[in-house]
C-alpha cells in the first residue's frame, strides 16, 4: 500500500476514528455464483468517477458448475500500478474463502466475515482484526427471504461503503444505471439491501477510512477492462468486419463486436471454426477494409495457415490473442505469456508478421487503433497479443476524445491508371491493395495470392523473384521497426539491472522498481510494446545496465532465457541478458519479481 | 425480423458514375488474362470460357465481378481471368468469399473449386456456408481426382478407382456432393457437365441470378489423371446426358434428395431451388434495426454513447 | 569434378581414346514428359550397382501441364557430397534446354545435342564442344514411329553409355526389372532403342571415357531418394500406422506407405485434412504404437494444434516435414530451410518439441528409425525435417542390415499394478504411457490429456503442477540433449571460419570446405542434425574459431541471422555467430557458398 | 474386394488370458471416476449413468473400453470414467477416434461430443468418419448451445435463441444432424433425449452392436444456458416423447431422411441403419491379401525383398 506511512494504516484503533489513506486494497472471497464480481465493479465504477485509479483482479473457477471465486479491488488516488501483492481488508463468505484467502491479508488487516457461514479460528484473531456479521441472515431480514443469495454482494457492498466512507450518491446512481430496464423492484430490493449494509455499524469496526482525494481533479474517466478496450478500439480505428469462434478468453471480445458493430454499419460473423473465421476476416479485408479476428492458444494455432496466406498475399489484417495458460487446452482461465513465440515464428517459411502487446487496459484501447493503422499501412496481419490478465482486469483512465480518436477508413475507389500490388520498386517493399470495385484503366486486374508471384500477383517460378519478395516482404518490418519510437526506461537510465518486461506486466514489474529504489537497489525497467519487428536502439539502453533480466510469465525453455529473452538474445547477443520466468498461471506479485530479481542478482 | 429489409449497399461513387454511362460489355480478350496453364484437352478449359461467355453476356464489368478460389488444378482458375481475384488457400475459398459477399453487397461472388478442395478439407466450410445461405455462386470442377498433386483418391472417386493412395482401387464410400448440400441446407443445388457447354451457361445463369448460395456441381475431365472418367454422361462418347425431368418440383426437398441420389451420372440441371433469406439480408436486417436508433450520429457519436455508460 | 585433373578432364581430344575419369556430371534437359528423371534414375542404379557414389538432382515444373524439367546426375567412385554446380556434359532435347542451361556446362564441356530441335549458336562453339545428333528421327527410325516421344530417353541412355563406356549388361539388366510385368513388346521397345543409341557413334565424339573403379568395391548398395529412404525406415523403424492428406512434396512417402504397410499388417490413412490425419496419428499412437504424419508447408501448419495436444499429453509422435519454398503455397516445387521456425516454435503455449534433420538419403533412412526411438523413449513429438532438395534426390548408399535393423515395436499389454502416466517424480520427467487393452489392479485408469492435469491426466488448475509440469515437459528434453552426441567438425577442429548447416545441406557445404581447403583458406564444417534441442558442448566447438557461419536455405530474417544462427546466437550469446543465406528456391551451388563465405569474411 | 475377410485381431496375450478367466461384470462404482463437475441437473449426467449402465450390462471391462473426446462440457465425458481415456482437442474425437478403432479391433470405441463440437468445428470429420464407415459409436449431447463457453449460438440452436452472439435471436438455419448423417452415408442413425434413461441405454445399445459408424443424436438439456430447451419432447414437462413410428424401415434411406426431418423434436428411436462394409473391414481384407504373399516371413525379410529391387 503506496503512502499509507505517510497517510496512516488501515488497522483499528481503540475509538471510531476516520483515518485518510491514499490506497487500499480489498479482497472478496466467495463462490462464482455470490455476485462478488458486482461488488468489486461497484467499487472499481465509482473509483473511476472519483478521478481515482483502480486495478481489479479476479479468478475463474476452471470447472463448469462454479466453485469458489475471488474479485481483487485497489482503489488509489495516487499510482495504482497493480492489483496489489496482499489485501488490507477480506471480505469472506465462506468457511473455504476465509481459510484459503486469509494469507492474502496483511499482518494486522481486517477479516469481514460472514458470521452465519465462518467460524473463526482462534490462532489467528492476534494477527487480524476480525468483524464477523451475519451478513446472510442480515440481507434475508432486509430484502426477504427469497432473495438470499442475490443480495449479500449488495449488503456486503453496503458494508463497504460505510467503512470507506464512499460516495452513497454516487453508488446509488451506479445501482439504478446497472439495474436500468429491469423489474423495479429488483433495483428497489439492490438498494435496501445496500442501505441496509450502510446502516450496520458493526462494535468492533473502530475506524473507518477517507481515500484521499486524487491528484487527477477533473479529469474525466471510463472503467472497462481489457478485452472491452480492446473493442471499443477497434470499432475506433474503423474495423467494420470481424470474424471468429468462440474460446476463453477471448469470447468477450467477439460478443462486444458482434453486438456493438450493427450499430456503424459493421457485422461480425461467429464461424464454424477459427479456419474459416480467419479466412472470412481476410476475405473482408480483401473486399474493403482491415478486419478483425481473434481467439486464444488452441484457436490461434489453427489460424496459422491462413495468416501465412495474409504474409504472402500482403493482407492487413488484426488478429487478437487473448493469451491463456498453455500448451494444448492448457489452463483456459489462467494467465501467461507464452504465444509470443507462435506469434513471432509460428508459420511456415519465410513470414514475418507484426506483433504488439498492450501494457494495461487503457492501451489496449489505444495499441488496437495502431494496430490497425499499422496492418493498413504495411499491408500485414499484425497479431494483438494480450493475456487473460488484462482481459478481465478493470482499470479507470482518461475518458478518450473520440471526436479525434475515431477513425473512418472507408476504402478510396476512384478509379486507377494501372497497378502493382507487389511493386518490387516500392519505397521499403510499402505498397497496398487496392480493392474490389475499383477499375483499373488499364484492364489489368491484380490477384492476391499465396503463391510467390510477379508484381501483379500472377504465379512465378523465378529463383530471383522468390528472393525479391522475400525481401520485400521483411524490409516492410524493417521499415516498421526503424520507425517506431524508443521505450522509456522506468527510473534512471543507467544502472546495475534492467528489468525488460512486455504486456500485461508493465505494473508489478514498475512496482517492483520502485520497491527496489526504496530500498536503495539500482534497478530500472524498460517495457516493450512493439514486440516484432522491436524498435531499433534497444542495445544503447541495454548498454546502460550491469544485468538484463527479462521478466516473463512462461517457462525458461530448453536453455533457459524465456521467449522473449531468447529473442533479445538472438538479436543483441549479449550474455547479461538472462530470463525471470514463472508459469503458475497467476499475474506476477511485486514480491515474486523482487525475490526472484533478487536471487538472479545473487547469482 | 421476418421481413427483409433491404439495406442499401454502399456502392462507391466513382464506380457508380462510371456505371450510369455508356460502357460497353467486355469483350473476351479483355476478360482473358494468363494463358491457362491446364494439361491440352483438360475439361477445366470449359468452365473457364463459359464464365467468360457469362461476363460477356451478362456485361458484367471486371470491377464488379471477384473471383475466388482454393487450391488445386481447378482453384487456378482467378489467374486467368482479368478481374479482381484471390488465389486462397486450400480448401477455404467459401469463407474467403463469405467474408466478402458479407461486407460488399455491390460485387458478385464466384467462387471455383476443385473436388478434393471443396468436399475433402474444405467439406466443413460447404456445410456452414450453405446452411448459413450466403449469396454467392460456387461452382466446383469435380474430375474425381486430385488433379494437382497427381492421381491420390478424392471424395468423390468411385468405389474400385485405382488412385496412387489405392492402387488396388478406392475403398471409402464417395460422397454425393448435390445430397450432401440438400440436407445441409443449401437453396441451389444443379449439376452440370463441362463437356456440354450450353449446359454450363446455363446453370452458371441461373446460379448468378439466384438470391443465396448457389452450388454449381460440374463434371470436368482431368485427361492426365482420370480420362474417359465421364463418358458415361457424354453422348460424344456414347454416354447419355440425361437433363432433370421436365415435371421435377425444384422446390421439393424429398424429391430432389431422391434425385440427386440417382446412380452416377444421374440428372442434370438444376435439382434444388428455394428462397429463402439469405445471411447477407438477415444482417443488413439486423444492422438497419439498430442504425435506425442512431440515425444522424457520426461514428464517434455512438461510441461516446456507449462509453458515457461506462463511466 | 573432383581429382580431374589426376585422372583427366571430360575434353573433346584429337583422336578417339579412352580417358579415366573418377567422376562425371551430366545434366539432361528437356521437358517434364521426356522421361529424363527415367534416364537419370538409371544412371544413379547403375552407379549404385557399380559401388560408385551417386547423387542427383532434378527440377519439377511448378506448371500443372508440366513443361521444362531437369535431371542432372553426378556419378563418381570417390566421395560424392553434391550432384555438382556445373556439369561436363548437357544432353539437351530442345532450344530452350540449350540456351536455358548451356550456362550450367563446364567451359569445354559437351553439349550433346537432338539436331531435329536444336539449332546450335555459333558464338557457343568455341567454349563447349557440340555434338549434333538427330535423336528424335533415329528414335523413330529405330522402334517405329509412334513411340516417338517415348524412346528417345532410353536411346538417349545409349548414347551416354556409349561414351561412359558404361556396364552394358547391368543397364539391360536394370531395363528389364523396370519393364518387367508390362507388355512385353515395351521392353523390347526400350532395349531397341537403347541399343541403337548405344550403336551410333557420333563422327567428333572422339573420347570415351571410363569412370575409375570405386574404393568400395564388395559394398552392396542400395539406392533411393530421400523419400523412399524415409518411408523405409519408418516400416524398419517399426512404424505400423500413419495418417496424411496429400501435399507435394511430402505425397510420395505416404504413397509409398500406403502401398507398402499393408505387407506389414500395417495402414496408412488417407484422410479428409491434414488435421483430421495427425489427430488420427495420435490416436494410433494412443491406442498402440507410435504412428506417423506428415505434410509439406501449408499442412504443417495445420497441424499445429494437435502437435501442441502431443506434447501436453506426452504422445509419441513423428511427423514429416518434407519442406518446400515458402511463406503459404509458396513454391511447392522448390527448396528451402525455412520451417525451422515453425518447427522449434510453432505451438501456442510452452511446446517444446524435437526437432531432427536428415543430413542425405542415407541419413532419411537411419533418422527416421532414430526420430521412432526418441519418440517412444521420451513420448514426445518429433519433427523429422527433411526438404524437396533430398525428397527427390538419388543416392546410393551401403544395403542396411535389415536384420539387425529392423525393429519389433509391438507394445506391452501386460497388467500392472498401478500406472501415473504423468509421475512427477520421474528420473528427467521420463515416463511412458501404457495401452488400452491394458489392465490396470488398482483400477485407476489414465487420461491422456491436453488440459494441464495431475500425474493420473486428470485436470488440475494448481498452479504448483502447472509448474510442475511444464518443467516435465522441458527436462524430458534437456536429458535427450545431454544424450546427444556432439557431431564433429569437418576439417580442422580449430580455424578461422566455421560454416555451421543443417538438413540437406551437408554435401555442398563439406565440398565447400574442400575448396577452401584446397585453396588454403581455414575453414571447417560442423553439421547439425539434432537440431532441437541442440546437444549440448557446442560453444565449445565454437570456441575454436574466429568466425561461425550458419549456412541456411532460408531468408536472413528481420536482425540478419536467418533461422538455425538466430537460435544458436540466443543459446550462445556469441556474437561471431553470423548467417549466410539465401532463398531462391534451389539447392547451394558450391561456388555460392564459397563467395558468399568470402564476402562475410571480408566484412 | 466385395468380400469381407476377417482379419484376426492381434489380441494381447496376458489380457485373453485374463479375460478367459472369470472376471465378474464391473460394478458402478469401479467405473465411476472423478466426481464430474457439470452443473447440477445438466442433461449430461443421465447419458454417463446410462454409460456406466452399458458397461455394467454388457459385462465390458475397464481396458476394452475406450473413451473419447474433444473440448466442451459433455466432453469431459472420459474424466469420469474408469477406463483407458482421451480427452482430446476441440472438434477431432472422430478421427481420433478412428485412429483407435482402426489400429485396434480388439476395442470398443466410444465418442461423446457436443453439438459445436460435433458439428461445428468437427462438422467435416463426422462427414467423412460416417461415409468411410469406421466403426465406432459416436453419441452427440446436443444441448443446442455452447455450454463450456457459456451460451453462444450452436449449429443446432434454433432460429430466434437468443445467445451471447445472437442477443436479437439466432439469425443462421440450424443443421438437422439426423439428416446430415443419412445424406453422407452414415450407417446407423439414431435419435434420443437424455430424459428418458431407458431410450438411451438402448440406443447405445443398439449403436454399440452396430457393425459400423453409429451415431446416437442425444437430446441433453444445458440447465444453465438453455433451460427448458427440451421440454417438447419430455412428457413429465408436457412435450411428448414421440418414437420412431413401428413400421417405419430402417433400411430405406428416403423413408429415414423424412423421417429425421420431421419438425423439431421428431421422433426418438432408429432412423437408420444399414449393413455395408466397414472402412475396418476394407483394409483389413487389403491387408489379408497382401499378407497372404507373404506367409513365413519376418518382417525384415519383406523389407530385404523390396530392398533388393532397389539395387
Ligand atoms: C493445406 C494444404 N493441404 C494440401 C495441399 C496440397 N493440395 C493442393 S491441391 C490438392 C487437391 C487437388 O484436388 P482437387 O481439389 O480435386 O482439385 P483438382 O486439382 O483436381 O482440380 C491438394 C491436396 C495444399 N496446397 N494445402
Ligand atoms: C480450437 C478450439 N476452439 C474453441 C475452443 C473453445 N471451446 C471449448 S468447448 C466449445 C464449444 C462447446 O460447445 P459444445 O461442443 O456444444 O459442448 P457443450 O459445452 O455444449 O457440451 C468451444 C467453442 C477450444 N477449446 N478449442
Ligand atoms: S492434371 Fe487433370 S485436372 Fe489438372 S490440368 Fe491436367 S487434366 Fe486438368
Ligand atoms: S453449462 Fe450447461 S452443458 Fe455445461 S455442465 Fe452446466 S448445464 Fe451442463
Ligand atoms: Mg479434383
Ligand atoms: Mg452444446
Chains 1, 3 share one sequence.
Not at chain 1, 483512465?397 to 479525434?404: I, N, R
Not at chain 2, 472417386?157 to 445441409?184: C, E, H, M, R
Amino acid at each position: 500500500m503506496s503512502n499509507t506511512t505517510t497517510t496512516g494504516a488501515v488497522s483499528p484503533g481503540d475509538a471510531k476514528k476516520v483515518s485518510r489513506i491514499n490506497e487500499v486494497v480489498i479482497r472478496i472471497a466467495g463462490n462464482s455464483q455470490d455476485g462478488i464480481q458486482a461488488i468489486g465493479g461497484f467499487l472499481a465504477r465509482l473509483a473511476g468517477r472519483s478521478e481515482q485509479e483502480v486495478m481489479t483482479f479476479m479468478t475463474i473457477p476452471s470447472t463448469i458448475s462454479g466453485g469458489p471465486s475471488i474479485f481483487q479491488v485497489r482503489i488509489g488516488s495516487g499510482e495504482v500500478l497493480t492489483s496489489g501483492d496482499d489485501a488490507d481488508v477480506l471480505l469472506c463468505f465462506y468457511q473455504h474463502s476465509y481459510e484459503g484467502h486469509i494469507n492474502s491479508l496483511k499482518k494486522k488487516g481486517i477479516v469481514l466475515y460472514d458470521s452465519d457461514h465462518v467460524v473463526p479460528k482462534p490462532e489467528w484473531q492476534d494477527a487480524y482484526h476480525h468483524v464477523g456479521i451475519p451478513i446472510s441472515s442480515l440481507t434475508v431480514e432486509a430484502i426477504g427471504g427469497t432473495a438470499k443469495d442475490k443480495g449479500k454482494n449488495l449488503y456486503s457492498l453496503g458494508l463497504i461503503a460505510k467503512m470507506f466512507d464512499l460516495n452513497v450518491p454516487k453508488l446509488e446512481k451506479l445501482l439504478g444505471e446497472r439495474f436500468t430496464g429491469k423489474d423495479p423492484s429488483i433495483l428497489n430490493n439492490a438498494l435496501a439491501a445496500f442501505h441496509a449494509g450502510y446502516a450496520n455499524s458493526p462494535g468492533n469496526v473502530v475506524e473507518t477510512f477517507q481515500i484521499t482525494d486524487s491528484d487527477k481533479k477533473g479529469v474525466s474517466q471510463v472503467v472497462m477492462n481489457g478485452n472491452e478496450a480492446i473493442a471499443y478500439g477497434l470499432i475506433a480505428a474503423g474495423v467494420r468486419f470481424g470474424a471468429a469462434y468462440p474460446i476463453t478468453p477471448w469470447t468477450d471480445i467477439m460478443e462486444i463486436l458482434r453486438r456493438e458493430l450493427p450499430k456503424y454499419g459493421g457485422t461480425f460473423i461467429q464461424c464454424e471454426d477459427e479456419i474459416a473465421s480467419v479466412s472470412m476476416a481476410l476475405g473482408a479485408s480483401f473486399a474493403g477494409r482491415v478486419a478483425v479476428t481473434g481467439s486464444s492458444g488452441p484457436g490461434i494455432a489453427l489460424k496459422t495457415e491462413a495468416i501465412g496466406w495474409a504474409v504472402m498475399a500482403e493482407m492487413p489484417l488484426v488478429i487478437i490473442n487473448v493469451q491463456r495458460g498453455g500448451p494444448s487446452t492448457g489452463m483456459p482461465t489462467n494467465i501467461e505469456q507464452s504465444d509470443l513465440n507462435i506469434a513471432i515464428n509460428g508459420g511456415h517459411g519465410d513470414a514475418p508478421r507484426v506483433v504488439l502487446a498492450p501494457a494495461n487496459v487503457e492501451d489496449c484501447f489505444y495499441m488496437a487503433i495502431e494496430a490497425v493503422n499499422i496492418a493498413r499501412k504495411y499491408s500485414v496481419p499484425v497479431f494483438f497479443l494480450t493475456d487473460q490478465g488484462i482481459a478481465t482486469r478493470i482499470e479507470a483512465f482518461p475518458s478518450p476524445d473520440l471526436e479525434k480518436v475515431c477513425q473512418d477508413i472507408t476504402p478510396d475507389f476512384t478509379p486507377v491508371a494501372t497497378h502493382k500490388p507487389y511493386d518490387l520498386t516500392a519505397k521499403d517493399g510499402v505498397t497496398q491493395h487496392i480493392k474490389p470495385g475499383t477499375r483499373i484503366l488499364d484492364g489489368k486486374y491484380p490477384i492476391a495470392t499465396g503463391l510467390e508471384h510477379d508484381e501483379y500477383g500472377h504465379p512465378s517460378g523465378s529463383p530471383k523473384v522468390h528472393m525479391l519478395q522475400n525481401a520485400k516482404r521483411r524490409i516492410k518490418l524493417q521499415a516498421l521497426g526503424a520507425s517506431l519510437p524508443l521505450p522509456k526506461v522506468y527510473g534512471p537510465a543507467e544502472g546495475k539491472t534492467l528489468l525488460v518486461g512486455w504486456g500485461s506486466t508493465e505494473g508489478p514489474i514498475r512496482e517492483a522498481v520502485d520497491r527496489f529504489r526504496a530500498a536503495g537497489d539500482s534497478v530500472s525497467a524498460l517495457h516493450l510494446r512493439h514486440v516484432n519487428p522491436l524498435p531499433n536502439g534497444l542495445e544503447n539502453i541495454f548498454s546502460g545496465f550491469s544485468q538484463v533480466l527479462v521478466v516473463e510469465m512462461n517457462d525458461e525453455g530448453l536453455y533457459g532465457f524465456g521467449q522473449l529473452g531468447s529473442i533479445l538474445r538472438a538479436r543483441y547477443c549479449d550474455p547479461k541478458i538472462q530470463g525471470v520466468n514463472k508459469t503458475d498461471g497467476l499475474t506476477w506479485k511485486v514480491k515474486e519479481i523482487v525475490e526472484l530479481v533478487k536471487s538472479k542478482t545473487a547469482k | 425480423m421476418s421481413q427483409i429489409l433491404s439495406d442499401k449497399p454502399v456502392v462507391p461513387a466513382a464506380v457508380t458514375e462510371t456505371a450510369t454511362g455508356e460502357r460497353k460489355g467486355l469483350t473476351k480478350k479483355e476478360i482473358a488474362a494468363d494463358h491457362p496453364t491446364w494439361c491440352p484437352g483438360c475439361g477445366d478449359f470449359s468452365v473457364l470460357a463459359l464464365y467468360f461467355k457469362l461476363i460477356e453476356k451478362r456485361k458484367l464489368w471486371h470491377e464488379k465481378i471477384t473471383t475466388i478460389s482454393g487450391i488445386g488444378c481447378s482453384s487456378r482458375f482467378p489467374y486467368f481471368v482479368q478481374a479482381h481475384g484471390a488465389h486462397f488457400i486450400h480448401g477455404r475459398a467459401l469463407p474467403f468469399a463469405s467474408g466478402v459477399s458479407l461486407s460488399r453487397p455491390d460485387l458478385h461472388v464466384f467462387a471455383f473449386s476443385g473436388d478434393g478442395d471443396a468436399f475433402s478439407i474444405g467439406g466443413n466450410h460447404f456445410t456452414h456456408t450453405a446452411r448459413k445461405n450466403i449469396k454467392m455462386t460456387l461452382v466446383v470442377m469435380d474430375n474425381q481426382v486430385y488433379g494437382l498433386t497427381k492421381k491420390q483418391t478424392s471424395p468423390t472417386s468411385p468405389l474400385g478407382f485405382k488412385s496412387k493412395t489405392d492402387i488396388w482401387g478406392a475403398v471409402d464410400y464417395p460422397i454425393n456432393p448435390a445430397k450432401q448440400a440438400i440436407a445441409v441446407g443449401a437453396s441451389f443445388v444443379a449439376r452440370t457437365s463441362a463437356a456440354n457447354p450450353n449446359h454450363v451457361l446455363a446453370m452458371m445463369e441461373a446460379a448468378m441470378d439466384h438470391d443465396g448460395f448457389s452450388f454449381v456441381h460440374c463434371l470436368s475431365e482431368c485427361v492426365e489423371f482420370y480420362e474417359g472418367a465421364f463418358d458415361v454422361a457424354n453422348p460424344r462418347k456414347g454416354g447419355a446426358f440425361n437433363e432433370v425431368p421436365k415435371n421435377h418440383d425444384v422446390t421439393d426437398e424429398l424429391a430432389a434428395y431422391k434425385l440427386a441420389g440417382a446412380d452416377f451420372p444421374g440428372n442434370f440441371g438444376v435439382l434444388y431451388k428455394v428462397n429463402k433469406p439469405t445471411k447477407n439480408a438477415r444482417e443488413a436486417e439486423i444492422n438497419a434495426s439498430f442504425q435506425s436508433k442512431f440515425t444522424g450520429l457520426k461514428d464517434w457519436q455512438i461510441l461516446q454513447k456507449t462509453f458515457d455508460r461506462m463511466k
